[in-house]
């Protein structure tokens, strides 16, 4: 059943930790394309304790777009970086992006992930790299092994309908159904600090009913300048533990919905 939703403004959450050298390249980007789509935007840069200049780049772009600045006082790990931008952005969003800030996703692609939510055809977008038309460029062998794995797992053990792809950053949720999901699972609705909090926002979307789809794009990972942040076999542990905790959950029944703001004044209550 459709159910589409009315989009005047999204929310662009990045999740960054030292990010000098790649951030500025990508608000630039961000910048360049959003001013030509059909909404409003705001950029939540959330800086999970860098200690590079991280935070002086967001404030610079701060006085030339709409951009706000969230500040972890310590490194908390992706997990908590993706909550706080989840749980900042759905208060202003109608649609909350959440793309990698190392300049490996290009912000061409939220018009359409933002329209087959406006449409009514999902509640969450993935930008995947299993779909036909798909490009990966530039990332290492493991990491393409790493995804393939979570797939064919997720495939097996908890499969999701039309998702393929369930560890990518590049995502577009509905506010709405990120309010059901803060409604039922409370504030800290994320428990995974490292990458595997993506398979576990996956899983806990999964659980609250959301429906899922995917688009093609390119992955750009060879236009990212700084190192990658992720450990390969500490991921692959933390999926098992995710996929046990979800393993017996029952996905929760349909109810009738609030509407966003009544949604958003019930939680801030």
């Known amino acids: 059943m459709k159910t589409p939703t009315q989009v ?30 059909p909404f409003a935007y ?7 304790g860098s200690k590079d200049r991280t935070a002086d780049i967001a404030r610079e772009f701060a006085k030339t777009m709409p951009l706000k600045l969230v500040q972890h006082v310590v490194n908390k790990g992706l997990g908590e970086g993706v909550q706080t931008g989840l749980r900042e952005g759905w208060l202003v969003g109608d649609v909350v992006i959440v793309m990698d800030a190392d300049n490996s996703h290009d912000p061409v692609y939220i018009e359409e992930m933002v329209k087959k939510i406006r449409d009514g055809d999902a509640d969450v977008v993935i930008a995947s790299r299993f779909q036909p038309g798909s490009v990966v460029q530039g990332v290492p062998f493991f990491r393409q092994v790493l995804s393939w794995g979570c797939f064919l797992m ?39 600090s490292s990458f595997a909090c993506m398979l576990e926002l996956m899983l806990s979307l999964r659980w609250v009913g959301a429906r899922a789809a995917e688009i ?48 958003r004044t019930q939680l801030r209550a």
Not at 8 to 25: F, G, R, S, T
Not at 42 to 48: E, L, S
Not at 222 to 230: A, E
């Open 42 to 48: 705001n950029v939540i840069v959330v800086d999970d």
């Open 154 to 192: 997720m495939k097996t053990l908890l499969p999701y309908r039309n998702v393929r792809d369930y560890s990518t950053g590049f995502r577009a949720y509905r506010s709405l159904t990120l309010g059901r999901l803060i409604k039922n699972a409370g504030p800290q609705f994320l428990q995974e």
């Open 8 to 37: 005047n403004e999204v929310a662009i959450v990045l999740p960054a930790y030292n990010e000098e050298q790649d951030l500025p390249k990508l608000l630039e980007n961000i910048r360049e394309k959003l001013a030509r789509m």
């Open 216 to 263: 093609p794009y390119t992955l750009r990972y060879d236009l990212k300048v700084g190192v990658s942040k992720m450990r390969i076999w500490r991921t692959i542990k933390r999926y098992f533990n995710v996929i046990g905790r979800y393993w017996a959950k029952d996905v929760l029944p349909q109810t009738q919905e609030p509407s966003l703001n009544e949604l």
